[in-house]
């Protein structure tokens, strides 16, 4: 979308989220930026207009789910 390629979800160590520790992917949805990258393109309204109005207990579970994807 946009021509942005979205990072894999999938917990590759290499390509996706494998690296990124709970704090990590939490840090990124709120204040839309991380140690290790930044909201840019059509994710920048996703965290905008929904995930940094989340409680940190709902950023929690997304950020557990997404650790627990592995595949």
Known sequence: MEGWIAKSLRGDHK???GSWS???LMAFFKP???DRSAVFG???DVVEHSLQ???D???TAI???LKACRR
């Open 15 to 17: 390509d996706g989220l």
């Open 22 to 24: 709970e704090d990590l």
């Open 32 to 34: 839309s930026h991380s």
């Open 42 to 44: 059509g994710m920048s």
């Open 53 to 55: 109005h989340l409680s």
């Open 57 to 59: 207990q709902d950023l």
């Open 63 to 65: 950020a557990r789910y």
